[in-house]
């Protein structure tokens, strides 16, 4: 999951992650982002996607490769699983380079300001990438060498789904 900072009013508060796609939980109401993936949806964002916090050594993986039973996939197996559960977004952990396994932090995000959900299906463009939920951010943790920084929101939900591809301004 990346972060984006935005700037809000000359300075820095409201934040947009992109997240990867997670149709757990997913029903005619709920888009998901609620559960373990769909197989289909593993398979695609381990596979084609290659979205690495889905295949380093994740229990989605030895589930896909026959190592474990779906029943035995951890929760929350990332991130994205419990995000419309705990309305929790997380800014996540270096991977590579310099500081892996160091979390990112959020700097100059605000509390009672903007957190903006955005995503894109396997196989989608990231011109067809879209919000799929907003909320304000009513708790945060900057993150330290220890724990990666988040925002939270207790009072006040938006779940959407708008395009936010290119030319849809």
């Known amino acids: 999951m990346n972060t984006i900072p935005t700037a809000a009013s000359g300075r820095r508060g409201n934040v947009a992650f992109k997240c990867t796609y997670c149709d757990g939980g997913k029903t005619a109401a709920r888009i998901g982002f609620d559960g373990i993936c769909g197989d289909e949806t593993m398979r695609r964002n381990i596979e084609e996607e290659k979205h690495v916090w889905c295949g380093v050594r994740s229990d989605c993986r030895k589930y896909l490769n026959g190592r474990i039973s779906r029943n035995e996939i951890q929760m929350p ?22 500081n892996p396994g160091k979390p990112f932090a959020l700097r100059k995000v605000r509390k009672d300001h903007l957190c903006v959900l955005t995503s894109r299906k396997p196989g989608m463009t990231e011109a067809e990438r879209f919000i799929f939920a907003i909320f304000r951010i009513d708790d945060i943790s900057d993150g330290d060498n220890w724990e990666t920084g988040y925002g939270v929101c207790f009072k006040f939900c938006v779940n959407a789904k708008i395009r936010c591809g290119a030319g849809n301004q």
């Not at 559960?85 to 997380?90: I, P, S, V």
């Open 77 to 98: 197996c990332c991130y994205e699983s419990r995000m419309l559960t705990d309305w929790k977004a997380f800014a996540g952990i270096h991977l590579t380079g310099k």
